[in-house]
């Protein structure tokens, strides 16, 4: 299990700007990772996420996980998970 903690200080807007405060770095997140990084701010698991996004955006279980997984190697390389 991956250690969210570190999401619970970054500042995300509606429109999907991030801010980091510990380092300064900022990007923008398209609208599915956007839902992802608020669901793992609210301590959500991966397969509340997973239904979560089945739920909102209508897909199938296997595109949700992709795009899951992909956004969390994202994280990964910002040393943000």
């Known amino acids: 299990m991956k250690d969210y903690n570190k999401l619970s200080n970054l500042a995300?807007?509606?429109?999907g700007f991030v801010f980091n405060p510990s380092n300064g770095d900022s990007f923008t997140l398209n609208l599915i990772a956007s839902f992802i990084l608020n669901k793992l701010k609210?301590?959500?698991?991966k397969e509340e996420v997973l239904e979560s996004i089945i739920e909102k955006f209508e897909v199938e279980k296997s595109d949700a996980e992709l795009d899951f997984d992909n956004f969390?190697?994202?994280?990964?390389?910002?040393?943000?998970v």
């Open 72 to 80: 969390i190697n994202q994280l990964m390389m910002y040393k943000l």
């Open 42 to 45: 609210e301590n959500k698991t």
């Open 12 to 15: 995300i807007s509606d429109s």
